[in-house]
């Protein structure tokens, strides 16, 4: 059995695999059996790295990254804020 997870790399991969083999005359279902995914996972990889090139994934995993790391710096100044507040409305 293949592994149950696979990194953006890899997908890219299988997805240009795939595309010669549909061309070739394939089916979806002999190019899923031979990927060990369901059909629903391959076209929601299509939909997603569909013409994509490796580098532009590893990119957008990047800018993924900073984005959740700059959305918690956001909510941590957001508890700031509103402790300040806080402090400011008891103070006589």
Known sequence: MRSKYRNAE???RALRESETELAGGAKVQE???R???NPGTFYRWQKKYGGLEISEAVRIREL??????LKRVV?????????LQEALR???
């Open 10 to 12: 890899q997908i890219i």
């Open 31 to 33: 190019v899923c059996r």
């Open 35 to 37: 990927l060990g995914v």
């Open 64 to 69: 993924e990254v900073e984005n959740e790391r």
């Open 75 to 83: 909510a941590d100044l957001e508890v700031d804020r509103h402790i």
């Open 90 to 92: 008891k103070k006589p």
